[in-house]
């Protein structure tokens, strides 16, 4: 009886150990979870704009058959911007690897990015990273707005600086924003909006920004959904300027705030129970 009892308990605990490891190692950071959310106006007629989010892609030396895989979601769901909010490339990656899957992700698509703590961290120069997204129709905004034509709308997003390494500008991001209907902005921490949201209510009260400038979505990375956590709901360890904030949304009115649990990895490569995301917007203006 008692030989058992052991038995049972070593083969469940064994059972579970492959099971984390299987997860972890292979499923959670190589099958990624595709995301759809209905925002803006959902009542409204029309057909939404479609805004998919790239977060934190980490790529390093080379694509992989999960590189592929993503280029080939993004084509058939035939985003019209996608959005990338840093980290695409890793602190060991190489600008050719970051622009052969953008080769692969339907270059005609219009793209807007922001840089990421990984990316200072590699050395490689801003400028590299400007001529690499203008080569595949993106747009990368370093505390600057673009206002894009979109199924008809008018769209503007603004793109800040890096929280860590970098220094943001509210009075450049916005210098060309006044009263916009569909206004985002990126960002890469989710803890950034704390201090930026403060920034940008004080310019405004000084006149210094247009007083009736709204921002209606935010959208961040950063945290990888804690990469490694208990059921989802909480991570031993996030990254520096994580601040509370975890994954999904956050912010009970506008602006609200979406966090993605991102692609790659960073550090150790696995993930538990913080599948591997991207994220489809359907935007009624």
Same mark, same amino acid.
């Given at each position: 009886?008692? *030989?058992?009892?052991?038995?049972?308990?070593?083969?469940?605990?064994?059972?579970?150990?492959?099971?984390? #490891?299987?997860?972890?190692?292979? %499923?959670?950071?190589?099958?990624?979870?595709?995301?759809?959310?209905?925002?803006?106006?959902?009542?409204?007629?029309?057909?939404?704009?479609?805004?998919?989010?790239?977060?934190?892609?980490? &790529?390093? !030396?080379? #694509?992989?058959?999960? +590189?592929?895989?993503?280029?080939?979601?993004?084509?058939?769901?035939?985003?019209?911007?996608?959005?990338?909010?840093?980290?695409? #490339?890793?602190?060991?990656? +190489?600008?050719?690897?970051?622009?052969?899957?953008?080769?692969?992700?339907?270059?005609?698509?219009?793209?807007?990015?922001?840089? !990421?703590?990984?990316?200072?961290? $590699?050395?490689?120069?801003?400028?590299?990273?400007?001529?690499?997204?203008?080569?595949?129709? /993106?747009?990368?905004?370093? =505390?600057? $707005?673009?206002?894009?034509?979109?199924? !008809?709308?008018?769209?503007?997003?603004?793109?800040?600086?890096?929280?860590?390494? /970098?220094?943001?500008?509210?009075?450049?991001? %916005?210098?060309?924003?006044?009263?916009?209907? =569909?206004? &985002?902005?990126?960002?890469?921490?989710?803890?950034?909006?704390?201090? %930026?949201?403060?920034? *940008?209510?004080?310019?405004?009260?000084?006149?210094?920004?247009?007083?009736?400038?709204?921002?209606?979505?935010?959208?961040? /990375?950063? @945290?990888? /959904?804690?990469?490694?956590?208990?059921?989802?709901?909480?991570?031993?360890?996030?990254?520096?300027?994580?601040? @509370?904030?975890?994954?999904?949304?956050?912010?009970?009115?506008?602006?609200?705030?979406?966090? $993605?649990? !991102? %692609?790659?990895?960073?550090?150790?490569?696995?993930?538990?129970?913080?599948?591997?995301?991207?994220?489809?917007?359907?935007?009624?203006?």
């Amino acid at each position: 009886m008692k *030989f058992s009892l052991k038995w049972t308990f070593f083969s469940t605990l064994l059972t579970a150990t492959i099971f984390i #490891l299987v997860d972890a190692l292979i %499923f959670e950071k190589n099958f990624f979870q595709i995301k759809r959310f209905k925002i803006g106006n959902p009542d409204s007629e029309g057909t939404p704009i479609r805004l998919l989010q790239l977060s934190d892609l980490h &790529l390093k !030396g080379r #694509l992989t058959a999960k +590189h592929r895989r993503l280029a080939a979601a993004v084509r058939k769901l035939q985003p019209d911007l996608i959005l990338i909010t840093g980290d695409a #490339l890793d602190k060991h990656g +190489h600008p050719e690897v970051l622009a052969d899957l953008l080769a692969l992700v339907a270059p005609d698509i219009p793209k807007v990015a922001i840089l !990421g703590n990984h990316e200072y961290k $590699s050395g490689i120069a801003r400028e590299v990273f400007c001529e690499l997204y203008k080569k595949y129709k /993106g747009d990368l905004l370093i =505390n600057d $707005s673009e206002c894009y034509v979109i199924r !008809g709308h008018r769209m503007c997003i603004t793109g800040l600086d890096d929280l860590i390494h /970098g220094q943001d500008d509210l009075e450049k991001a %916005f210098q060309k924003v006044e009263n916009e209907s =569909n206004h &985002l902005v990126l960002l890469h921490s989710p803890l950034h909006q704390d201090s %930026f949201l403060q920034k *940008f209510e004080a310019l405004k009260k000084e006149g210094q920004l247009d007083a009736l400038a709204k921002i209606r979505y935010m959208f961040a /990375g950063h @945290n990888h /959904g804690g990469q490694v956590t208990l059921f989802g709901l909480y991570a031993p360890y996030l990254p520096r300027k994580s601040g @509370n904030y975890l994954k999904g949304w956050y912010n009970q009115k506008e602006p609200y705030l979406y966090v $993605s649990k !991102g %692609f790659g990895t960073s550090t150790i490569p696995v993930r538990f129970w913080a599948r591997a995301e991207i994220t489809l917007f359907l935007y009624y203006p």
